[in-house]
């Protein structure tokens, strides 16, 4: 699978890019934003680290995904809301909600 990402540490709002070309499981439950968040975060421990960010905290680091190449519909946390300056979720099963610069908007 190949996932194009963007993702920023937490509080810094400074935007990063990443790419992940490698095997991703089928089973994650929190979304394939937190599961690529939690593919890297190991690999940015240092990086956490001099930010003085807890690299076991799970909101250390939030990750966007920009597109992916699988096969099947993929689905994300809420937590790209914090990552995104614009988040429309309409889904066919609730009320549409719009996301801006992380907080909801009464539609």
Not at 32 to 60: F, H, V
Not at 63 to 69: A, E, P, R
Request: aromatic share 12%.
């Amino acid at each position: 699978m190949i996932v194009s990402f963007i993702y920023r540490f937490k509080n810094d709002q400074t935007i990063h890019y990443g790419k992940y070309i490698g095997y991703i499981t089928n089973d994650y439950e929190e979304g394939l934003d937190r599961e690529i968040a939690s593919l890297i975060t190991p690999l940015l421990r240092k990086e956490l680290e001099s930010r003085n960010i807890d690299p076991e905290d799970s909101s250390s680091l939030v990750v966007g995904v920009l597109g992916s190449n699988r096969e099947i519909a993929d689905y994300f946390s809420e937590t790209e809301k914090d990552v995104f300056d614009l988040l429309y979720c309409n889904w066919s099963n609730q009320p549409p909600e719009l996301f801006l610069n992380g907080h909801l908007v009464k539609l």
